[in-house]
């Protein structure tokens, strides 16, 4: 099972309304431009958004996007409102979002990491596990938190594990290899 690397959050809490797409970097050069890391998968994307909500995923502020150009491996945006270098420093930090009616359809097999949270968690054997409430990124894979009311488990998310993952049944269906619990 794969899934797109959008950053964004579970479902405790407010409702997820934003996807991050990039995270501004730092401030480029002295008319306002800002250097944004791109966090999506589908960095092409930055050639025809027009509009961009800097904040978290529950909270944002909209940018216009005037212009946009590509420098390395990252994109510069200016956006409108945003004039020198001053402001743009002011922007570091931020997540470069999208609103999720505007998210990309991942390729079949994949789906976002926040469409995992609350999904239940059910072994090959029908053994209901629990409900994953958080995802841990390491640099090897991720590692799914899964919470019920006796104990949290961790469900590393490679293959040999993670057998389906149905978003329509709201369901992840695991192989419990030795050692995991």
Same mark, same amino acid.
Request: hydrophobic content about 40%.
């Given at each position: 099972m794969n899934h797109t690397q959008d950053r964004s959050s579970g479902s405790n809490g407010p409702e997820l309304r934003y996807l991050a797409i990039g995270k501004i970097s730092r401030a480029h050069g002295l008319r306002g431009e800002v250097s944004v890391t791109v966090l999506t998968e589908f960095p092409e %994307?930055? @050639?025809?958004? @027009? +509009? =961009?909500?800097?904040?978290? +995923?529950? /909270? !944002? #502020?909209?940018?216009?996007?005037v212009g946009h150009r590509w420098h390395k491996h990252n994109v510069l945006l200016l956006l409108e409102g945003v004039s020198d270098r001053t402001q743009a420093e002011q922007l570091r930090g931020q997540y470069v979002q999208v609103p999720l009616d505007e998210a990309i359809p991942p390729p079949a097999g994949t789906c976002y990491l926040y469409q995992l949270y609350g999904l239940q968690v059910i072994t090959t054997a029908g053994q209901q596990l629990g409900t994953i409430v958080d995802i841990i990124e390491t640099g !090897?894979? *991720?590692?799914? #938190? =899964? @919470?019920? +009311? *006796? %104990? /949290?488990?961790?469900?590393? !998310?490679? !293959? @040999?594990?993670? /057998?389906t993952v149905d978003l329509d049944q709201g369901q992840v269906i695991v192989q419990l290899i030795d050692g995991l619990i």
């Amino acid at each position: 099972m794969n899934h797109t690397q959008d950053r964004s959050s579970g479902s405790n809490g407010p409702e997820l309304r934003y996807l991050a797409i990039g995270k501004i970097s730092r401030a480029h050069g002295l008319r306002g431009e800002v250097s944004v890391t791109v966090l999506t998968e589908f960095p092409e %994307r930055f @050639e025809t958004t @027009e +509009q =961009v909500y800097l904040g978290d +995923q529950f /909270q !944002a #502020v909209p940018y216009r996007v005037v212009g946009h150009r590509w420098h390395k491996h990252n994109v510069l945006l200016l956006l409108e409102g945003v004039s020198d270098r001053t402001q743009a420093e002011q922007l570091r930090g931020q997540y470069v979002q999208v609103p999720l009616d505007e998210a990309i359809p991942p390729p079949a097999g994949t789906c976002y990491l926040y469409q995992l949270y609350g999904l239940q968690v059910i072994t090959t054997a029908g053994q209901q596990l629990g409900t994953i409430v958080d995802i841990i990124e390491t640099g !090897a894979n *991720d590692v799914y #938190v =899964v @919470e019920n +009311q *006796d %104990r /949290q488990i961790l469900l590393p !998310a490679i !293959a @040999e594990v993670i /057998q389906t993952v149905d978003l329509d049944q709201g369901q992840v269906i695991v192989q419990l290899i030795d050692g995991l619990i």
